[in-house]
C-alpha cells in the first residue's frame, strides 16, 4: 500500500506560469507560504493542489508540456477561468473577507451575492480535485481565507480523511466578524477540518467566540465538539527560513551593496519600510508619523532619511490607485516642506527589488517601521531581524500586526496615535548602541528559535495527533445504522399492545428561539393522526410544555396529552386533565421571586411558569453572559436541592426547578400498571428528563435517542427529520430511508 502523503491545498500554486520567447514555463514564486512550505514539500511525498494562474494565453499545443512540468514539481492545477477569478479572487476574497478580517469594513463590498455563488463554486471546485486526488490515510492542510468552505465539503465526502486549516490573516473579533452576512457558512466550512490553525491567541480567541455567538458551539480546553467529532484549535505562529536569510546576509557582494546604501545616506541614519501595496499596511498613517516627527522636531529635518519601498499591487484596483495616489501626494507635501537643499526626508520607491537588494536594505537600516493597522503577521519584521548579524537596527512594530505577539523587545507602537509613534521612531533613531544589540540579540534568536520549517513540522505533528483523536472519548455513539434500525422495526411490529411514547421540542421539531415559535406543522399533525389510526397502539405526547399549550395545538387529536413531564394527563378524546400530586410545591413563590430577579439581570432571559414548577430560559441572552448567569443561577440553587421535594434540571439553554418524583418515568410506571403489564413501548426523546421514561421501560419496549446528546440507550436517530422519518416507517411495516441527510450546504437565503 502506497505511504501517506500531504496534500497541500492553497489558492495559488507555489509556481507562476510564464511565456517568454514563445516557450511556456512554470517557475518558483516567491512568498512567504511557498517558503514556508517548500521544506515539507522537498522532502515528504507531497501533492500541492491550488490554481496555477492565467493560463488562458497558454497555446493548446503547450498544455501538455506545462501539465509535464507541474506534475514533475508535484504541483496539481486548478483551473479557472477569469470570470471565476475575478468573483471569487477579487470580488468575495478580497473585495468582502480581506477587509473584514482588518476591520476596514468601510472597504467591505456592499452587493456581493453574486461574488458569494463563484466564493461557492470555486471551494467545490478545489474540494473536487482533492477529492481525486486523496488516498486514504493522506494528510489534507488547507491554506487561508479563499478556501474557508472546503474543510466542511470534504468532510462530507471524506469523513474519514486527516483534515487541517491554516488562517493566516487576522480573525476579527466577533462584534466585527459577524457583519458577514454568511458568517454561519465561513464557520461551519472551516468546523469540517480537525485542526484550524492561527498565528495568534488573541486570533484563537476571536475565532472562539464567533462560533459562541453565531453557532452557540462552546470552545473548552482549545476543542471544540461537534458531536460524536471535534474540532481542535491551535496557536502556531509561521516563521521565516531564517538560515537562508542569514546566509544571504553574509554574501560578501549583499554586504558591499548594503555598505553603498549606508554611505549614500551620508551622516544621516536611514529609516526603512518595505511593504506591498495595501491599505492594510498603515503606509499613510506611517508617512504622517513622519510629518508629525518633524512638526515636534524641525532640527531633525536633515538628521535621517525614510526610504519606503513599496511593492506594487493589485493595480487595476481604483481603491489601490487610489492609495497610490495618496501617498504620493503625502509624501510630495513632506519633502516640499521639510526638504533642504541637500537631502528629502523621505524617498519613495514603488517597484520590486531583488532579494539581494532587499537584504542589503535591511541591513543598512538604522530604523525598521513595521506598523499596519492590522496584519496577520508580518514575515518583513521577522527578515529584517533576521538578516542584522551585526545585531544593529531597531525594529518599531505595530501592536495589531501577529508579530507583535512573539517580537516583544521591538519598540510597539499604535498606528492611530501619531503622536506617540513620532516619539517612538524618535526613541528608536536615539538608542543606545548597547540597548539595541540587546533588543536585536534576543529578536534573532525568537526568529531563529521558531522557523518556517519548525512551523510546518509543528502543525503537520499536531494535525497527525488531531486525526488520530477525531472521536470524541466517551461521547455519544453514531445513530443507529440500517440494519440495527431494521431490526427495532421488526421487533417492534411484533408488539401485540403498542405504546409510542413521544417528546416534543427536539424530537418531533427542532428548537426554537422561544417555546412558543416551535410551532407544530401540517405534517406532523398527520402524522400523530395516522399513527393514532394504526390498530393496537396508542399514542402519547409526553412533554415538559404546559397543558394550555399541548391543549392548544394538539387538543383536537385522538391522542394521549401528558404535560409537565407529566404531572398533568390528559386522556385521548379528553379534556380533564388529572394532577400526578395535589396542589403546588410550598417553595414555589420563593423560587419564582428568585428567578425574577435573575431575570430582570439578565436580557432576554424569560420564565416559563408551571403549576409543578418554573422554568428560566436563556436562549435569547448573549451567549456568554447567558452561560456566566446560568452558571451563578445553579449555584444559587443548589442550596435549595437540601428541600426534599425539589430538583433542578439543566435542559437546552433552559434551567427547570421542579417538584421530585414527578418526572416522565411515572407516566410509563402508571401506563404499565393500567394494562396490567401487557404494555409495551416505543419511546422517543432527545434530552435528560427522557432517561426517566427509558429507564422506566425498560425490557418492556424499545427506547430511542434523538439527536447527538448523551443517553443510556444504545439506540440513536440523528435529528427530527429522521425521527419523523422512523415512525413513518413504523406505519408503513417496511423499511424506508430514516438518514435524511442535512449536510451542511455552504449557500445563504436573504
Not at 480537525?194 to 498565528?199: A, E, K, P, Q, Y
Given at each position: 500500500?502506497?505511504e501517506p ?11 507562476t ?6 516557450k511556456?514555463?512554470a517557475v518558483?514564486s516567491?512568498?512567504g507560504l511557498?517558503?514556508a512550505l517548500?521544506?515539507p ?9 491550488g ?5 488562458s494565453?497558454?497555446?493548446?499545443a ?9 506534475a ?7 483551473p479557472l ?8 479572487y477579487d ?7 480581506w ?9 467591505v463590498?456592499?452587493e456581493?451575492?453574486?461574488?458569494w ?6 471551494n ?11 488516498r486514504?490515510g ?6 487561508d481565507y479563499?478556501?474557508?468552505?472546503v474543510p466542511?465539503?470534504l ?5 474519514e ?8 490573516i ?9 457583519i458577514?452576512?454568511?458568517r454561519t ?6 468546523l469540517?477540518?480537525d485542526?484550524i490553525?492561527f498565528?495568534?491567541y488573541?486570533?484563537?480567541h ?12 462552546p470552545v473548552?480546553?482549545?476543542m471544540?465538539r ?7 484549535l ?10 537562508e ?5 553574509a ?8 555598505r ?23 503606509l ?5 508619523s513622519?510629518?508629525?516627527l518633524?512638526e ?8 535621517f532619511r525614510y526610504?519606503?519601498l513599496?511593492v506594487?499591487?493589485r493595480?487595476?484596483v481604483?481603491?489601490y490607485a487610489?492609495l ?7 509624501a510630495?507635501?513632506i519633502?516640499?516642506t521639510?526638504g533642504?537643499i541637500?537631502?528629502l526626508p523621505?524617498?519613495?520607491?514603488y517597484r ?10 535591511y ?13 496577520g503577521?508580518n514575515?518583513?519584521?521577522?527578515e529584517?531581524a533576521?538578516?542584522?548579524?551585526d ?12 508579530a507583535a505577539a512573539?517580537?516583544?523587545?521591538a519598540?510597539?507602537?499604535?498606528p492611530y496615535?501619531?503622536?506617540r509613534m513620532?516619539l517612538?521612531?524618535k ?11 540587546s533588543?536585536?540579540r534576543?529578536?534573532?534568536?525568537r526568529?531563529?528559535g ?11 505533528e ?7 483523536q477525531?472521536l470524541v472519548?466517551?461521547a455519544?455513539?453514531q ?5 440495527e434500525?431494521?431490526k ?5 411490529l411484533?408488539f ?10 427536539g ?5 426554537a428561539d422561544?417555546p ?9 399533525f398527520?402524522?400523530l393522526?395516522e399513527l393514532a389510526?394504526r390498530?393496537q397502539t ?6 415538559g410544555r404546559?397543558?394550555a399549550g ?6 383536537h387529536?385522538?391522542i394521549?396529552?401528558?404535560?409537565e413531564?407529566g404531572f398533568?394527563?390528559?386522556?385521548a ?5 388529572r394532577p400526578?400530586m ?11 421571586s428568585l ?6 439581570e ?8 408551571k ?8 436562549r435569547?441572552?448573549e451567549?456568554d453572559?447567558g452561560?456566566?448567569?446560568?452558571a451563578?443561577?445553579?449555584q444559587?440553587?443548589?442550596k435549595?436541592t437540601?428541600?426534599?421535594d ?8 433552559a ?8 418526572h416522565?418515568?411515572m407516566?410509563?410506571?402508571r401506563?404499565f ?25 425498560g425490557?418492556h419496549?424499545v427506547?430511542?435517542?434523538v ?11 440523528e ?7 422512523f ?6 411495516g ?5 438518514h435524511?441527510k442535512?449536510?451542511?450546504s ?5
Amino acid at each position: 500500500m502506497p505511504e501517506p502523503r500531504i496534500l497541500l491545498v492553497s489558492n495559488r500554486l507555489p509556481v507562476t506560469v510564464k511565456t517568454e520567447h514563445g516557450k511556456t514555463k512554470a517557475v518558483p514564486s516567491p512568498g512567504g507560504l511557498a517558503t514556508a512550505l517548500r521544506g515539507p514539500h522537498e522532502q515528504a511525498d507531497s501533492l500541492w493542489i491550488g490554481w496555477p494562474g492565467d493560463t488562458s494565453r497558454v497555446e493548446p499545443a503547450d498544455r501538455p508540456g506545462l501539465e509535464r512540468q507541474l506534475a514533475s514539481l508535484r504541483c496539481h492545477p486548478v483551473p479557472l477561468s477569469p470570470t471565476e477569478v475575478a468573483h471569487f479572487y477579487d470580488g468575495f476574497s478580497n473585495g468582502v473577507l480581506w477587509p473584514l478580517y482588518h476591520y476596514l469594513t468601510d472597504k467591505v463590498e456592499r452587493e456581493a451575492w453574486s461574488n458569494w455563488r463563484a466564493y461557492v463554486e470555486v471551494n467545490q471546485k478545489f474540494a473536487e480535485a482533492i477529492q481525486s486526488r486523496y488516498r486514504p490515510g493522506d494528510m489534507i492542510w488547507i491554506h487561508d481565507y479563499q478556501l474557508s468552505l472546503v474543510p466542511a465539503i470534504l468532510r462530507n465526502r471524506l469523513p474519514e480523511a486527516t483534515i487541517g486549516f491554516f488562517l493566516h490573516i487576522p480573525f476579527p473579533s466577533s462584534e466585527v466578524f459577524r457583519i458577514l452576512p454568511w458568517r454561519t457558512e465561513i464557520l461551519q466550512g472551516m468546523l469540517g477540518a480537525d485542526l484550524i490553525g492561527f498565528h495568534t491567541y488573541s486570533y484563537l480567541h476571536h475565532f472562539s467566540r464567533a462560533l459562541l455567538h453565531v453557532l452557540d458551539l462552546p470552545v473548552a480546553d482549545g476543542m471544540v465538539r461537534l458531536g460524536h467529532r471535534q474540532a481542535l484549535l491551535g496557536v502556531f505562529p509561521i516563521g521565516i527560513d531564517a538560515p537562508e536569510f542569514e546566509a544571504l546576509a553574509a554574501e560578501p557582494a549583499v554586504q558591499e551593496d548594503a555598505r553603498q546604501i549606508r554611505a549614500g545616506n551620508g551622516p544621516r541614519q536611514m529609516i526603512l519600510g518595505v511593504d506591498r501595496l495595501d491599505y492594510t499596511k498603515g503606509l499613510t498613517r506611517r508617512l504622517m508619523s513622519i510629518e508629525r516627527l518633524l512638526e515636534r522636531e524641525p532640527a531633525w529635518r536633515d538628521r535621517f532619511r525614510y526610504v519606503q519601498l513599496i511593492v506594487p499591487s493589485r493595480e487595476k484596483v481604483d481603491a489601490y490607485a487610489a492609495l497610490r495616489r495618496e501617498l504620493d501626494e503625502l509624501a510630495g507635501r513632506i519633502n516640499a516642506t521639510w526638504g533642504t537643499i541637500s537631502s528629502l526626508p523621505v524617498h519613495s520607491l514603488y517597484r520590486g527589488v531583488s532579494r539581494e537588494r532587499l537584504v542589503a536594505l535591511y541591513q543598512a537600516a538604522d530604523v525598521m517601521l513595521v506598523t499596519p493597522l492590522r496584519d496577520g503577521m508580518n514575515l518583513v519584521a521577522k527578515e529584517f531581524a533576521a538578516c542584522r548579524h551585526d545585531e544593529g537596527g531597531v525594529l518599531v512594530l505595530s501592536e495589531f500586526a501577529g508579530a507583535a505577539a512573539e517580537l516583544v523587545e521591538a519598540l510597539t507602537v499604535n498606528p492611530y496615535d501619531l503622536d506617540r509613534m513620532a516619539l517612538q521612531i524618535k526613541r528608536a533613531l536615539q538608542m543606545p548602541d548597547a540597548e539595541r544589540q540587546s533588543r536585536m540579540r534576543s529578536l534573532r534568536a525568537r526568529v531563529r528559535g521558531f522557523d518556517a520549517h519548525l512551523w510546518a513540522a509543528t502543525f503537520l505533528e499536531a494535525l497527525r495527533a488531531a486525526g488520530g483523536q477525531r472521536l470524541v472519548p466517551g461521547a455519544a455513539p453514531q445513530v443507529s445504522d440500517e440494519a440495527e434500525l431494521e431490526k427495532i422495526l421488526e421487533r417492534i411490529l411484533g408488539f401485540a399492545h403498542l405504546h409510542v411514547v413521544l417528546d416534543y421540542d427536539g424530537t418531533l421539531v427542532p428548537f426554537a428561539d422561544t417555546p412558543d415559535l416551535a410551532i407544530p406543522d401540517p405534517d406532523l399533525f398527520s402524522l400523530l393522526q395516522e399513527l393514532a389510526a394504526r390498530p393496537q397502539t396508542q399514542i402519547h405526547l409526553l412533554s415538559g410544555r404546559t397543558r394550555a399549550g399541548l391543549e392548544r395545538w394538539f387538543g383536537h387529536l385522538p391522542i394521549f396529552l401528558h404535560a409537565e413531564h407529566g404531572f398533568w394527563s390528559r386522556a385521548a378524546g379528553s379534556r380533564d386533565w388529572r394532577p400526578l400530586m395535589a396542589g403546588p410545591p410550598a417553595w414555589l413563590p420563593r423560587i419564582r421571586s428568585l428567578l425574577e430577579k435573575v431575570t430582570r439581570e439578565t436580557p432576554g432571559s424569560m420564565i416559563e411558569e408551571k403549576s409543578n414548577g418554573v422554568v428560566w430560559h436563556y436562549r435569547l441572552v448573549e451567549p456568554d453572559f447567558g452561560h456566566l448567569r446560568a452558571a451563578a443561577l445553579l449555584q444559587t440553587l443548589r442550596k435549595e436541592t437540601a428541600q426534599p421535594d425539589l430538583e433542578v434540571l439543566e435542559g437546552e439553554k433552559a434551567i427547570e426547578i421542579r417538584r421530585k418524583g414527578a418526572h416522565k418515568g411515572m407516566v410509563i410506571q402508571r401506563l404499565f400498571e393500567e394494562s396490567a403489564g401487557a404494555a409495551q413501548f416505543l419511546a422517543l426523546g432527545d434530552d435528560r428528563t427522557d432517561e426517566d421514561m427509558f429507564q422506566a421501560i425498560g425490557a418492556h419496549g424499545v427506547a430511542l435517542h434523538v439527536g447527538p446528546g448523551p443517553s443510556m440507550t444504545p439506540y440513536r436517530l440523528e435529528n427530527p427529520p429522521a425521527a419523523r422519518a422512523f415512525l413513518r416507517r413504523l406505519l408503513a411495516g417496511g423499511p424506508r430511508n430514516v438518514h435524511p441527510k442535512q449536510e451542511v450546504s455552504p449557500t445563504h437565503e436573504r
